[in-house]
T-cell receptor, first 112, second 108 residues
Framework: ETGVTQTPRHLVMGMTNKKSLKCEQH?????MYWYKQSAKKPLELMFV???????ENNSVPSRFSPECPNSSHLFLHLHTLQPEDSALYLC???????????FGPGTRLTVT | GIQVEQSPPDLILQEGANSTLRCNFS?????LQWFHQNPWGQLINLFY?????KQNGRLSATTVATERYSLLYISSSQTTDSGVYFC??????????WGAGTKLIIKP
């Protein structure tokens, strides 16, 4: 599926760096999501946007900051991360909050 | 919160075999979905199945919402079916609650 793209695919950053992950969906969907997938753990929902408004924030540390400038783009800004933040970060979109979710290929993040 | 239990956690089969993966929920969920994650991390939505049965080629899924479980059937397995299969159900806050997955390995 190429309807949801993510860049970069791999990212290595130090704990003092600032970086951003980008997600773009080409499906005309109205909802977008950030998930974190760590080894041996179920997917964790981080943020949900519907019609460019944040609708959920699951107690995510403030070192993760989302931005949704329009319905097609979603960013995750990263700063002062910890090694335990190393994970696969997945973006998804859906027509609305109740519909089937489509995922991007993910960004493999390593914090050194 | 809602707990999602998937079984078995791991499954190794020969090519051509059939398999059944199960997903149990501790409470009622909506909009149950099944996903396949390939070895490179890409998640593909296989089924959106709040209730009833759906079929897509060699795969089919059945959800019995009143009994809080769903089954994914894979017939005539191929090596490309390898990966991790996840089920997820939506809670009252529109969040998908995910199981830990079933890791499937199909040997040629």
């Amino acid at each position: 599926e190429t309807g949801v793209t993510q860049t970069p695919r791999h990212l290595v950053m130090g704990m003092t760096n600032k970086k951003s992950l980008k997600c773009e969906q080409h499906l005309g969907h109205n909802a977008m999501y950030w998930y974190k997938q760590s080894a041996k753990k179920p997917l964790e929902l981080m943020f949900v946007y519907s019609l460019e408004e944040r609708v959920e924030n699951n107690s995510v540390p403030s070192r993760f900051s989302p931005e949704c400038p329009n319905s097609s783009h979603l960013f995750l800004h990263l700063h002062t991360l910890q090694p335990e933040d190393s994970a696969l970060y997945l973006c998804a979109s859906s027509q609305d909050l109740l519909s089937k979710q489509y995922f991007g290929p993910g960004t493999r993040l390593t914090v050194t | 919160g809602i707990q999602v239990e998937q079984s078995p956690p791991d499954l190794i089969l020969q090519e051509g075999a059939n398999s059944t993966l199960r997903c149990n929920f501790s409470d009622s969920v909506n909009n149950l979905q099944w996903f396949h994650q390939n070895p490179w991390g890409q998640l593909i939505n296989l089924f959106y199945i709040p209730s009833g049965t759906k079929q897509n080629g060699r795969l089919s899924a059945t959800t019995v919402a009143t009994e809080r479980y769903s089954l994914l059937y894979i017939s005539s397995s191929q090596t490309t079916d390898s990966g991790v299969y996840f089920c997820a159900g939506m809670d009252s806050n529109y969040q998908l609650i995910w199981g830990a997955g079933t890791k499937l390995i199909i040997k040629p």
